[in-house]
T-cell receptor
């Protein structure tokens, strides 16, 4: 049931771009993105609803393609502060609704 | 400023002990969640609650139980701790899932070691 993220880890130099993918075997109603910095709690970045919309947060944007059941997170001109583990989450309806997270993508930005 | 607090940042318990992890939120949220975080496995849902005294199993409920007697408090109970329950435990709270601005707020986590 967990969405699948790729890649599992990325190492970049400051200023480079990155793409993190999230895909699901089940129909997606929405996709949620969170970032967890080392030693801290996960923090909400953005939510994408059905309709293929794109959203942005600083230089971080995301797309959602419900037909392909996938979402991508784009980090442009990465900064050191972008380092952390990124999680996507999808809503599963099984009795009650619940948010299920992927396994995470660890992003390391080096100077 | 929204806040989710957990009773301990670090906890060391012996095999077979009963363990209580407490979570309190001050945002009057209906939903509360317990996750377990292990390297390479992401955030796995143990239990969640959408109302006082209501609970739903997540993906890995075996070996755990929960209690929600008050809206602001959600407890995770390990009836008989085992070494394979050594992990980081994260609590979260949220408004109902059908809100378009849905967001989960996480606590700082409790790193539990069972020896």
């Amino acid at each position: 049931q967990q969405p699948v993220q790729s890649p599992q880890a990325v190492i970049l130099r400051e200023g480079e771009d990155a793409v993190i993918n999230c895909s699901s075997s089940k129909a997606l109603y929405s996709v949620h993105w969170y970032r967890q910095k080392h030693g801290e709690a996960p923090v909400f970045l953005m939510i994408l609803l059905k309709g293929g919309e794109q959203k942005g947060h600083e230089k971080i944007s995301a797309s959602f393609n419900e037909k392909k059941q996938q979402s991508s997170l784009y980090l442009t001109a990465s900064q050191l502060s972008y380092s952390g583990t990124y999680f996507c989450g999808t809503i599963i309806i099984q009795g009650a609704q619940k948010l299920v997270f992927g396994q995470g993508t660890r992003l390391t930005i080096n100077p | 400023d929204v806040k989710v607090t957990q009773s301990s940042r670090y906890l060391v318990k012996r095999t077979g002990e009963k363990v209580f992890l407490e979570c309190v939120q001050d945002m009057d949220h209906e939903n509360m969640f317990w996750y377990r975080q292990d390297p390479g496995l992401g955030l796995r849902l143990i239990y969640f609650s959408y109302d006082v005294k209501m609970k739903e199993k997540g993906d890995i409920p075996e070996g755990y139980s929960v209690s929600r007697e008050k809206k602001e408090r959600f407890s995770l109970i390990l009836e008989s701790a085992s070494t394979n329950q050594t992990s980081m435990y994260l609590c979260a709270s949220s408004l109902p899932l059908d809100r378009p601005t849905y967001e989960q707020y996480f606590g700082p986590g409790t790193r539990l070691t069972v020896t």
